[in-house]
């Protein structure tokens, strides 16, 4: 169906359209397919801003598709859209369980935004419950 949309007379190319493609290729972890979306949304000239790169990161990262994610991280890196804290903060939770992969991000932010704190959550929920057990 995509490759017909794609011939169709009234199609334009749509940074919502693939931003929900590439949503449903994470969650079904399609990399192959993924990587031909993006090829095509790149040579059609679709520019991506900030939040939807921070969604398109974070769904990759919950898919486990952690190369992918840091991929498109690099691309959010190089876009001409000036950064945003949210979309940095919505990846940061995304990487919690990949710890190394998060202190990379966080030195990112942390030298794009020298005023902000990142929040790290605690190593377990453990140590929450020590903390408040009576």
């Not at 949309?5 to 192959?32: F, S, T």
């Amino acid at each position: 169906i995509y490759g017909v949309v794609r011939r169709e007379i009234w199609y334009r190319p749509d940074m919502y359209l693939y931003r929900d493609m590439l949503h449903m290729l994470a969650r079904n972890k399609k990399v192959d397919e993924t990587r031909q979306v993006w090829a095509d949304l790149k040579s059609e000239g679709v520019l991506f801003d900030q939040h939807t790169y921070g969604d398109i990161v974070r769904v990759f990262c919950d898919a486990g598709l952690i190369d992918l994610a840091m991929e498109f991280y690099e691309d959010m890196r190089s876009s001409p859209e000036p950064p945003l804290s949210l979309p940095f903060r919505v990846i940061l939770k995304g990487l919690i369980p990949y710890p190394e992969l998060r202190e990379k991000i966080k030195q990112d932010f942390l030298e794009l935004f020298p005023d902000m704190i990142v929040y790290d959550p605690p190593d377990s929920l453990s140590d929450i419950d020590d903390e408040f057990r009576f």
